[in-house]
C-alpha cells in the first residue's frame, strides 16, 4: 500500500512547488488567505495524490521562503521522498541548497529532481541548469536523484513525473517499525461542534482510535476520539501516514506547533544532548566551544550552546562529536536526527544524530566519557540495551530508552535473556556482565565485613541491600542472592550472606571465650549481667558468638543454655508435681534471687512453657 507514504516539495521560493502540486494532483495546497494574496506559501500545505488501484499518497507542500524555514523543517520530518523543485529559470538558489542540506540531515535519503517551468527556456539552457544541479549536489545525497523537467502549467511531462514517483515509491522498503507511537504535532486547531484536532505525520509505531496517549512536553494525557487520513475515518494509522487526530481531555490552545503525541513514558527529557555532527560544507561558520545555535528536532526549534568534544573548532565540512546544552528541554529518542542553523544570521549549518541522552555536562577534557560515546556511536539495539543494564532497570525504564512498543520489547528481552546476554529479575533487568562484576563486588563486601566481624556468620540480607542501594523488593533481592552467577561466590543461609569460602575460626578467640564461659559458670545457678563480661571490643565479637550457640540473653543477664534448660525442668517438674508454682517457690527450689526467678519466670512466659493465673504458673 502507498498510502503510508509521505511526498514532499522543497525548493527555493517562487520556484513553483505549490504550482507542481496542483499540477500533480488538482488540489491546491496554500489556504490561507494571506499566501493566495502574496502568492507564496507560509504554512504547510497538505494533499492527496491519486495513484493507481485506488491508493493514494500523502503531499505536503512546504514554504520556501527563508522567512519560514522552520515552517519547512517541521515539514520534512517523516517524508519518504521529496521533489525538490528548482525553476528552469533561476537555477540552483539559495534555498535550493538550504533545503537540501535539511532534507540529508533529516535523513531524507530519497528524491526526484524536478525543473520547473521548463516552457520558459530553451534546450541549451535546460541542459546549463541540469549541470548546474549536478555540480552544485556533488558528492550530497541527491547526487544521483533522477532529474526531470516538467511545465506545470501545461501538463508537460507531469504524467512521465508521476509514474517515476511510482517508480520511487516502489523501490523503498520500509522496515518493520518496532517503535513505540510518536507523531510530531505540526498544526493544532479547534472545531465546532468537535473539539481539539491535531495533525502530523506518523513517524513511528501505530495510533489507534479509542486508545490514550501523552502529549509532550506537558505530560498530559489525551484520548483519541477519531483519526483521518486523506478526508477517510481510520481506526488504525501506522508508520507514515499523514493523520489528523480528534483528541479528548485537551483544549487546542495547550497544544503548539513542535509538541509531540507519543506513548505514555516512551520518551526522554533532556537538557543535554550528545551527536555526531556534520557541519555543512556550503557554510563557512565555525562552531566553538560556547557557540550558540538553533536546535531543531522533530517540529520544533530552540537554542543551545554547542560544545566540541574531539576538537577545540569545528570547521567546514567537519563530522565530529559535539554536547549541545538546551536552552529549553526536549523530548527525544537516541538516533532522532536533528538540524542546527546558525543564531545570527539565521542559516542551515549542519545536522546529525543524537547518540546519548546523558543530562550530565561533558568538555574536551572529559576522556573517558568521550571514549565511550565514540564506541557508543556504532551500538545496534542489542549493544545499545546491554550497555543500558549495567544496573538494574524496570521494564518501564528499559522502554522509554529504547522507545520500542511493549509487544515488540518484551520479544527482544526474552530473546536476549535466552541467549544468556541479560538476566531479569522479577520485573527487573541487568546485563549477564554486570551481574558477573556486581557479584564481585558483593563479594568484596562480604569478605571486608567477615573482617571486621570474624565471628559473625555473615551479613544480615537488609543490610547487604542497604549497602548496595538497590531499588528492589526484598524478595526480588533474595531472587538476586540466588542467581548462579552469585552463588559460585556467596551463599545465603538463615538470614544472612556470606562468602562461600568463609568458616569461623575459633583459634584467636579461646581464650576470650573460656574466660567468659568460666565466669558465667561461676554464679551459677545465678545469672550474671552481661555488662561484667564484656570489657574490650574482642569481647563483644565473642559474646555475639556465644549468644548464637552457648549462653542465652534475658533482659540485660546471660545464662549458659545448660543452666537454662535446668532451671525450666525443675519449674514444669513442680508444676506437674502440685498442679502449680509460685514465684516463692521457684525462688527457693532454683536457689534464685527474688528478682531473677521472676524474670525466668517471665522468660517462660514469653516462650509459651507458662502460663501465669494470678500470683501462680501453670503449664501451657
Not at 347 to 366: A, L
Request: charged share 30%; aromatic share 6%; hydrophobic share 40%.
Amino acid at each position: 500500500m502507498k498510502d503510508n507514504f509521505i511526498v514532499g516539495t522543497a525548493g527555493h521560493i517562487d520556484h513553483g512547488k505549490t504550482t507542481l502540486i496542483k499540477a500533480l494532483t488538482g488540489h491546491d495546497t496554500d489556504k490561507l488567505k494571506e499566501e493566495k494574496e502574496r502568492g507564496i506559501s507560509i504554512n504547510l500545505g497538505f494533499t492527496a495524490l491519486d495513484l493507481a488501484n485506488n491508493e493514494k499518497v500523502g503531499i505536503i507542500d512546504v514554504p520556501g521562503h527563508e522567512a519560514f524555514i522552520k515552517n519547512m523543517m517541521a515539514g520534512v520530518v517523516g517524508m519518504d521522498l521529496i521533489l525538490l523543485v528548482i525553476a528552469a529559470d533561476d537555477g540552483v538558489m539559495p534555498q535550493s541548497i538550504e533545503h537540501a542540506q535539511i532534507l540529508n540531515y533529516m535523513g531524507v535519503e530519497n528524491a526526484i529532481i524536478v525543473i520547473s517551468k521548463k516552457n520558459l527556456v530553451d534546450a541549451s539552457m535546460l541542459n546549463l541548469v541540469e549541470e548546474d544541479i549536478r555540480l552544485s549536489f556533488e558528492n550530497t545525497t541527491l547526487e544521483n536523484a533522477p532529474i526531470i523537467a516538467v511545465d506545470s502549467v501545461s501538463g508537460e511531462n507531469i504524467d512521465k513525473l508521476k509514474n517515476l514517483i511510482v517508480n520511487k515509491l516502489s523501490q523503498i522498503k520500509k522496515e518493520d517499525d518496532n517503535k513505540a507511537m510518536r507523531m510530531n504535532i505540526d498544526r493544532s486547531f479547534s472545531l465546532n461542534g468537535v473539539g481539539t484536532i491535531i495533525t502530523g505525520t506518523l513517524t513511528e509505531g501505530e495510533i489507534s482510535k479509542d486508545r490514550e496517549y501523552m502529549i509532550y512536553p506537558s505530560e498530559k494525557f489525551v484520548k483519541v476520539r477519531s483519526i483521518e487520513n486523506h478526508d477517510t475515518p481510520i481506526d488504525l494509522a501506522h508508520k507514515g501516514q499523514r493523520v489528523a487526530l480528534n483528541l479528548s481531555n485537551i483544549s487546542s490552545n495547550e497544544i503548539t506547533r513542535g509538541d509531540i503525541i507519543a506513548d505514555p513514558n516512551s520518551l526522554i527529557r533532556v537538557e543535554n544532548v550528545q551527536c555526531k555532527l556534520n557541519l555543512s560544507k556550503f557554510s563557512d561558520i565555525k562552531i566553538k566551544h560556547w557557540s550558540r545555535v538553533r536546535f531543531f528536532h522533530g517540529s520544533k526549534e530552540v537554542l543551545a550552546r554547542a560544545v566540541p568534544l574531539l576538537v577545540k573548532e569545528i570547521k567546514q565540512g567537519d563530522e565530529t562529536l559535539v554536547e549541545f546544552r538546551l536552552e529549553e528541554e526536549l523530548y527525544v529518542r537516541r538516533d532522532d536526527k536533528f538540524v542546527i542553523r546558525n543564531y545570527s544570521p539565521v542559516k542551515t549549518i549542519g545536522g546529525g544524530v543524537i547518540i546519548d541522552t546523558n543530562n550530565e555536562n561533558h568538555t574536551i577534557n572529559s576522556t573517558s566519557y568521550v571514549n565511550y560515546l565514540r564506541d557508543k556511536e556504532n551500538f545496534d539495539d542489542i549493544d545499545e540495551l546491554i550497555d543500558f543494564l549495567k544496573e538494574f532497570k524496570s521494564f518501564d525504564q528499559i522502554k522509554k530508552h529504547m522507545g520500542e512498543d511493549e509487544v515488540n520489547l518484551r520479544e527482544s528481552l526474552d530473546k536476549i535473556i535466552s541467549n544468556n546476554e541479560i538476566v531479569n529479575i522479577g520485573d527487573n533487568y541487568i546485563s549477564k556482565k554486570s551481574l558477573d562484576d556486581l557479584a564481585l563486588k558483593i563479594r568484596d563486601i562480604l569478605l571486608e565485613f567477615h573482617k571486621d566481624n570474624p565471628l559473625a556468620d555473615g551479613m544480615g540480607k537488609q543490610e547487604l541491600k542497604q549497602r548496595l542501594d538497590f531499588d528492589l523488593s526484598s524478595k526480588d533481592f533474595e531472587s538476586l542472592l540466588k542467581q548462579k552467577s552469585l552463588t559460585r561466590l556467596i551463599m545465603l543461609q538463615r538470614g544472612v550472606v556470606k562468602d562461600k569460602d568463609f568458616a569461623i575460626s575459633l583459634d584467636n578467640f579461646k581464650k576470650n571465650i573460656d574466660i567468659i564461659m568460666d565466669k558465667v559458670k561461676k554464679e551459677e545457678p545465678k545469672l550474671i549481667k552481661e555488662t561484667g563480661l564484656i570489657s574490650k571490643k574482642e569481647d563483644k565479637e565473642v559474646m555475639a558468638y556465644l549468644l548464637k550457640n552457648d549462653l542465652v540473653k534475658i533482659d540485660d543477664l546471660i545464662i549458659r543454655k545448660e543452666n537454662l534448660e535446668n532451671l525450666i525442668k525443675i519449674a514444669k517438674d513442680e508444676i506437674i508435681k502440685n498442679g502449680s508454682l509460685t514465684a516463692k517457690d521457684f525462688r527457693d527450689l532454683s536457689k534464685l534471687s527474688r528478682n531473677q526467678a521472676i524474670i525466668v519466670l517471665e522468660y517462660m512466659d514469653k516462650k509459651n512453657i507458662t502460663k501465669r493465673i494470678d500470683d501462680i504458673r501453670i503449664l501451657v
